[in-house]
């Protein structure tokens, strides 16, 4: 069986329960449901909004540096603490979160494989007590890893190119056109249903177990070298507004170590809003 790129982006749901009053580990909830934190949570961790928390107040961007820097204190992170991300649904919105740290140049963050769901499934203690953790000053030295985020131009650029591999991670009924976003967010779409031309379509969810844990390297490698999406070719994933291709992002960099891949997080919201862009249905 092959091994996953960087096992340490991962941690396991016993390893965790032994960590749970470890000062120098911060758990953050991160779910779709901003609701979920609210009615259990894992004992010790806090909960983040993905969209107020983790977005400008004003236009379409996420925090800055200063922001998340600011956030992470309000937090309670110091300089020798890890922070282990978590959420529902084979923890796509952690994922996100995951993503977004990174690209800001926050380095010690970690997933929980399985998250929530794998939390639950084992029968491992919620609550609904909320910690309160000492703030602290943290500043980000790192540059913006402008290496693992793709923007609008660059993607009409590559589409045009024909160079790179788009691997389109919505349903099959949103890649073919039939629908513009999932039946229960009818308010987040674009203008135009289809996908960009020449994607490959592989659902985010082909990555998970039932369990909600990543599937292993070979699974992986088999599910993404079989779409023809390999390590070769650089790559950019997207779906709607960039959570679900934060997770095949997850897998692709992080688990099986592909050097060049980018999250398209204006995804399609933004691209099947833009006039005179090339679609395929």
């Not at 069986?1 to 911060?26: C, F, H, Q, S």
């Not at 309160?132 to 943290?138: A, E, G, Q, R």
């Not at 290496?147 to 073919?176: C, H, Q, W």
């Not at 992080?254 to 995804?267: A, F, I, P, Q, T």
């Amino acid at each position: 069986m092959g091994k996953y790129a960087n096992p340490d982006a991962l941690v396991e749901t016993d390893w965790l329960e032994g960590k749970l009053k470890d000062p120098n580990i911060r758990i953050i909830e991160v779910d779709e449901d901003t609701t979920a934190y609210e009615k259990g949570h894992i004992p010790n961790s806090i909960g983040w909004n993905w969209f107020k928390d983790l977005h400008a107040p004003v236009g379409r961007d996420y925090v800055d540096q200063a922001g998340l820097s600011k956030l992470l204190g309000r937090a309670g992170v110091g300089e020798d603490t890890t922070v282990v991300l978590y959420g529902g649904n084979n923890n796509w919105f952690a994922a996100y979160a995951y993503w977004l740290l990174k690209y800001l140049g926050f380095g010690p963050v970690k997933l929980l494989n399985g998250g929530r769901k794998k939390w639950e499934l084992e029968s491992r203690m919620l609550t609904q007590d909320v910690p309160s953790f000492k703030p602290t000053t943290v500043s980000i030295e790192n540059p913006v890893r402008g290496d693992i985020r793709a923007f609008r131009n660059e993607v009409l650029d590559k589409v045009t190119a024909g160079k790179t591999n788009f691997v389109d991670v919505r349903s099959p009924e949103e890649y073919r056109g039939e629908k513009l976003a999932p039946d229960h967010l009818p308010q987040e779409q674009a203008q135009v249903p289809g996908h960009i031309p020449g994607a490959a379509n592989i659902p985010w969810a082909k990555a998970a177990n039932e369990d909600g844990t990543f599937k292993s390297a070979d699974e992986l490698k088999s599910l993404y070298e079989g779409a023809g999406v390999t390590a070769i070719q650089e790559v950019i994933a997207y779906c709607r507004i960039g959570e679900r291709s934060s997770h095949t992002w997850f897998a692709l960099n992080e688990l099986l170590g592909y050097d060049d891949v980018k999250n398209y997080d204006g995804s399609w919201t933004e691209y099947g809003s833009l006039v005179g862009a090339p679609v395929e249905k």
